[in-house]
C-alpha cells in the first residue's frame, strides 16, 4: 500500500488522546445510606483517580477511528499490476514509401507487434495500401506511449525537425528512437517572376541537415526550360495608400523610405497614394493611422496600436492585419531594421509557405528526437491507482456507529 500524501502519517501520534482522556478521566463517588457511622473508623481523606485503563473497548474503538481518519487524509492507495508487453516496436508511416526498408519491416512483422506510430498506434498490416503519411507530432503521440504498456520501445522514424513541435515530453517509457534516414536531397524550382527582359528565379534546397533559397536572374528565353509546371509571375506595380493624422503624419515618411529600399532591393514597383475619398480605396497594401476603423480593402492593413510590451516595431495580427507598436524614429528605424519588418506587407508569396514546409527535408539529431525519461516509481500514474480512501470512509462511518452505541450502553 502506498500513500499520496504520506507527511499526513504523522498524525497517528494523536493516538496518545483517547488513551490520555481514558487515563485522566475520574471515578465518580457513590453514596451510601446508613443508620450511623458510629462504627467507622476515621481515615485520611484522599481523592483518587482511575489510573487503570478502563473500557477497553471503547478506547480501542476511539483510537481506530483516529488512525482511519489519518489514512484517509494520506489517501493510500495501490498499484494495479498490469501486464505489459516485453518490446514494441513503432514506425513512421512514411518510412513505408521506402520499399528497402518496407522489406526488413515486413520480415519483422512476422515475429513481433509492429505498430504504426500515428494517432491510435494501430497494428501494422503488411497488405493495407491505404496508410496516411502526412507530416505527424512526435511529441502529441509519444505522450500518449502509455497506451502501449510496454516495458521497451523501439521507435523507427524519419525524426524530420518539423515534426517536434511543442515542449519536450517527459515519459516513464524507455524508447530506443531510431532515425531512418529517408531524405533525398532537393533542388526545386519555386517561382519564376518576370521582369522586362529577364526571369527570376527562386529555388529551394533541401538536405537533411540544412535548407537554404537561392534567387537568380536569367534572360527571358533561357527560362523556357525552368517553365515546367509552374506558372510565370508577372511584376505589377504594388499599390500603397496611406491616410494619418496630423500627430502622425511624421511617420509616413519613415514608413516610405522602408519600402522604398525594398523597392530597391527586390525590383518590385511600388506607388504611394494619399487618400482622398475613403469610401473609393483600391490599395494592396493600406496604411492607416486614424483613430477610426479603417476602410475594408482587400490587400493588407497597417493599423496604429501602441504596445509597451511589443517587441517588433510592426507585429502581425492576422494573415491581412498588422500594427505599428510604437512611434517610428531614425534610431527605431536602424536599429530594428525596418524595412525587413515591412516585407510581409507586400505578400509577394502568399503560397509559398506550404512549399516551403513540404520540401523541408531537416532531421533533427538523436539527442534533440530523444524525448526526457522519468523515474517510474516517482510518477503518479491514476489510471493504475486502486484508491482505498472509500473503504476507509465506510470503516470511519461503521466505528463511529458502534462507538456511539457502546458509549450510550457504558454511559461513558
Do not use: C
Amino acid at each position: 500500500m502506498f500513500f499520496a500524501n504520506p507527511l499526513y502519517l504523522w498524525a497517528l501520534l494523536g493516538l496518545a488522546v483517547p488513551v490520555a482522556i481514558h487515563l485522566w478521566s475520574k471515578s465518580e463517588g457513590k453514596t451510601i445510606q446508613v443508620g450511623s457511622i458510629s462504627i467507622f473508623q476515621e481515615s485520611e481523606t484522599t481523592q483518587s483517580n482511575s489510573l487503570h485503563l478502563n473500557e477497553w473497548i471503547l478506547l480501542l474503538l476511539r483510537m481506530l477511528a483516529v488512525a482511519l481518519l489519518v489514512f484517509i487524509l494520506a489517501e493510500p492507495f495501490a498499484k494495479a499490476q498490469t501486464k505489459k508487453q516485453d518490446l514494441v516496436y513503432l514506425v513512421e508511416p512514411g518510412l513505408l514509401e521506402l520499399q528497402s526498408f518496407k522489406l526488413v519491416l515486413d520480415s519483422l512483422a512476422e515475429k513481433e507487434e509492429v505498430k504504426l506510430l500515428q494517432k491510435g498506434f494501430s497494428a501494422y498490416n503488411p497488405e493495407d495500401t491505404l496508410i496516411d503519411t502526412n507530416t505527424i507530432n512526435y511529441w502529441q503521440l509519444v505522450q500518449d506511449l502509455q497506451e502501449l504498456q510496454a516495458d521497451h520501445i523501439v521507435v523507427y522514424s524519419q525524426s524530420l525537425a518539423k515534426s517536434l513541435k511543442g515542449k519536450r515530453p517527459e515519459i516513464p517509457e524507455n524508447i530506443n528512437w531510431i532515425t531512418i534516414d529517408s531524405t533525398a536531397v532537393v533542388d526545386e524550382v519555386l517561382q519564376l517572376r518576370q521582369f522586362q527582359d529577364s526571369v527570376e528565379v527562386l529555388s529551394v534546397h533541401s538536405t537533411s541537415d540544412k535548407l537554404y533559397f537561392t534567387k537568380e536572374f536569367v534572360a527571358s528565353k533561357n527560362a523556357q526550360d525552368l517553365n515546367k509546371g509552374i506558372g510565370l509571375i508577372a511584376t505589377d506595380t504594388l499599390s500603397i495608400s496611406f491616410s494619418a493624422t496630423d500627430s502622425l503624419t511624421s511617420q509616413i515618411p519613415f514608413l516610405k523610405a522602408g519600402f522604398e529600399a525594398l523597392n530597391s532591393y527586390l525590383n518590385q514597383p511600388i506607388v504611394f497614394k494619399q487618400i482622398e475619398n475613403p469610401s473609393e480605396i483600391e490599395a494592396d497594401v493600406l496604411i492607416w493611422l486614424q483613430p477610426n476603423n479603417p476602410p475594408e480593402v482587400d490587400g493588407i492593413t497597417l493599423l496604429f496600436n501602441p504596445d509597451a510590451f511589443a517587441t517588433h516595431l510592426i507585429e502581425p495580427v492576422d494573415a491581412k492585419n498588422y500594427v505599428l507598436t510604437q512611434l517610428i524614429t531614425r534610431k527605431h528605424a536602424v536599429t530594428n531594421h525596418l524595412p525587413e519588418q515591412l516585407l510581409p506587407l507586400l505578400n509577394l508569396h502568399p503560397k509559398l509557405a506550404i512549399e516551403i514546409y513540404k520540401y523541408d527535408n531537416r532531421v533533427a539529431s538523436s539527442e534533440g528526437i530523444q524525448p526526457l525519461k522519468i523515474d517510474e516509481d516517482n510518477q503518479l500514474d491514476k489510471a493504475s491507482m486502486i484508491p482505498f480512501a472509500p473503504w476507509f470512509w465506510l470503516a470511519l462511518v461503521l466505528v463511529l456507529i458502534v462507538e456511539r452505541m457502546v458509549s450510550r450502553i457504558r454511559k461513558q
